[in-house]
């Protein structure tokens, strides 16, 4: 199976901070990266998917970039509803598709 | 309006038989651009995916969980079902179903899950 490991696992910034996390996998993945951003009670939200096209509706602060084995999520500047956890997900041709552990973004 | 919507019991014994449904809506489960996976999520845990089913009835399942899994579909109710037979303690989780999208562009093409459900509770315990 594909491992994904992201850092940080958490993460302390402010309003106006510029957010960048990992995403690691210990194979080559070609594009095959999506980002979700979950709530606390809540089902996770696609942010981003091919490693960097930006699902419809998210803002455009959010951008993703990487190919290969390393992802990374940037945040340009960090919004009051920004503060959630982050995963990575790998999703190359065919089932299993994996999860990172996640990464939980902090009020400093 | 697109959604999916998790029904199954709140408590369930140990060594019992889970039962999951997703009922969707705004989409056809017949539509070759899509399908429906199940996760799962314990409490301070991140997600865990367990199984797909696409749109011609192929079917994909963790490898941890192969044995104990079985995912179908109805496609004239619009429902997912997701059985787990001999629950422990440990698949005390929510479990939530996601529509996956298929994005085409040459020479490839891209799966994401761009809808979820709000997820069931389930409790295994005697």
């Known amino acids: 199976d594909i491992q994904l490991t992201q850092s940080p696992s958490f993460l302390s910034a402010s309003v106006g901070d510029r957010v960048i996390i990992t995403c690691r996998a210990s194979q080559a993945i070609g594009s095959y990266v999506a980002w979700y951003q979950q709530k606390p009670g809540k089902a996770p939200s696609l942010l981003i998917y091919a490693a960097s096209t930006l699902q419809s509706g998210v803002p455009s602060r959010f951008s993703g970039s990487g190919s290969g084995t390393e992802f990374t999520l940037t945040i340009s500047s960090l919004q009051p509803e920004d503060f959630a956890t982050y995963f990575c997900?790998?999703?190359?041709?065919?089932?299993?598709?994996?999860f990172g552990q996640g990464t939980k973004v902090e009020v400093k | 309006q697109v959604t999916l919507k998790e029904s199954g019991p709140v408590l369930v014994k140990p060594t019992e038989t889970l039962t999951l449904t997703c009922t969707v809506s705004g989409f056809s489960l017949s539509n070759v651009r899509m399908g429906v996976s199940w996760m799962r999520q314990s409490p301070g845990k991140p997600l865990e995916w367990l199984a797909h089913?696409?749109?011609?009835?192929?079917?994909s399942y963790s490898p941890s969980l192969r044995t104990r899994l079985t995912i179908s579909k109805d496609t004239s109710k619009s429902q997912v079902v997701l059985t787990m037979t001999n629950v422990d303690p440990v698949d005390t989780a929510t479990y939530f179903c996601?529509?996956?999208?298929?994005?085409?562009?040459?020479?490839?093409?891209?799966?994401?899950?761009?809808?979820w459900g709000r997820g069931t509770l389930v409790a295994v315990s005697s």
């Open positions: 089913i696409f749109s011609n009835d192929e079917k």
């Open positions: 997900q790998q999703l190359i041709s065919n089932p299993p598709w994996t």
């Open positions: 996601a529509r996956v999208q298929r994005y085409n562009t040459w020479p490839t093409s891209y799966w994401y899950f761009d809808l």
